[in-house]
C-alpha cells in the first residue's frame, strides 16, 4: 500500500567525488511500498545516488529525507537495509554464523535469522563458509544481510548480478512480497528485462535523470517496443535537445 508521504525525498542533489561533479542536482519522490528501479550505464551514478539515501555519502548540496527524517539519521539506522554491490559478508564464516554476527550488532531479533535465509532460498547452504558459496549464492547472502531487522526502506545495488533466470524471478517474488508490506524498495540494474519489473523506473546518465515514470509509461512515451529502445530513444531526444 503507498501512503502519501513519501519514503524518499530527494531535492536538487549535487555530490562531487573524486573533484568532479558526479551527480547534477537530481530531484525525485519514492512513495512508500514502490520499487523504483535505477537503471543507467556504468558509472552513471547508481550507486552514488544509493550511497545518499542511506546517509554515507558526503553531499555538495540538495537534501535527502528518508522515512521522513535527514538521510544518515541515527533514527534510521535499523530502518533502512543496505546491501552493497561488494558483499560484506565474511568468507570464513557460514551463511548462519553471518547472519547471527549481523543480526546482533544490528540488534535484530534472533529469529530472523532463519526467516532471512529462508527468504533468499540459502537454507541449503546455511552452515557452509561463505567463501565456499557460488557468486549468486554470495550475493544472496550479502542480500540477507539487509533483509535483518526488516526494514521499512531497503536499498539494493544490483542484487541479481551473476544469477540465473530462475533466481532472479525468486528474488523479483520476494521484492514484490515485501513491497506488498509496504516495504520500499530501491533497487539498480543494468538488466533490460528487469526494470519492466518495476512500478517505477529512474533512467540516469552522467549524473542526471534522463526519465522518470512506470515502465508501461516510459515505454507508451517513447513508442518504444521495450525499455532498451525507450532508453535509447531517450538518449536521443536529449542529444539533439538545445542546451
Ligand atoms: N571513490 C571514488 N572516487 C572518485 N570518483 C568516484 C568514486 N566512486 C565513484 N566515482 C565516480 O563517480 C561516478 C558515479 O559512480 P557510481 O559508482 O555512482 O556509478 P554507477 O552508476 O553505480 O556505476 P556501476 O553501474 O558501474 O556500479 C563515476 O564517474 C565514478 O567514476
Known amino acids: 500500500m503507498m501512503s502519501s508521504s513519501p519514503a524518499v525525498s530527494v531535492r536538487d542533489l549535487r555530490v562531487v567525488r573524486g573533484g568532479r561533479e558526479v551527480l547534477h542536482g537530481l530531484s525525485f519522490d519514492v512513495p512508500r511500498g ?12 547508481k550507486t552514488t545516488v544509493m550511497r545518499a539515501l542511506v ?7 540538495g537534501r535527502v529525507t528518508v522515512l521522513g527524517q535527514d538521510a544518515g539519521s541515527a533514527g534510521l539506522r535499523d530502518r533502512v537495509g ?3 554491490q561488494t558483499p560484506a559478508v565474511y568468507g570464513d564464516l557460514t551463511v548462519a ?43 544472496r547472502a550479502n542480500l540477507a544481510v539487509a533483509l535483518l531487522g526488516s ?28 513491497a506488498g508490506r509496504g516495504v520500499t524498495l530501491v533497487v539498480s540494474s543494468h538488466v533490460m528485462d528487469e526494470a519492466g519489473r518495476t512500478d517505477r523506473l529512474l533512467l540516469m546518465r552522467e549524473g542526471a535523470i534522463l526519465a522518470d515514470g ?12 521495450d525499455l532498451e529502445g525507450a532508453f535509447l530513444h531517450l538518449i536521443n ?5 538545445p542546451a
Open 214 to 225: 512506470a515502465p508501461d509509461a516510459l515505454r507508451e512515451r517513447t513508442g518504444a517496443a
Open 237 to 241: 531526444e536529449t542529444a539533439g535537445s
Open 82 to 84: 543496505y546491501a552493497t
Open 55 to 61: 546517509g554515507v555519502q558526503i553531499v555538495r548540496g
Open 151 to 178: 526494514p521499512e526502506l531497503l536499498v539494493l545495488d544490483e542484487p541479481t548480478v551473476g544469477l540465473d533466470p530462475v533466481l532472479r524471478q525468486e528474488l523479483w517474488t520476494l521484492f514484490r512480497t515485501l
Open 34 to 45: 514502490c520499487v523504483l528501479g535505477l537503471l543507467g550505464p556504468s558509472g552513471c551514478g
Open 97 to 139: 554464523e553471518n547472519l547471527r554476527y549481523f543480526a546482533s550488532v544490528l540488534r535484530a531479533p534472533r529469529g530472523d535469522v532463519d526467516r532471512v535465509i529462508e527468504e533468499v532460498g540459502l537454507a541449503g547452504a546455511r552452515d557452509q563458509p561463505v567463501a565456499t558459496l557460488s557468486g549468486g549464492q554470495h550475493s
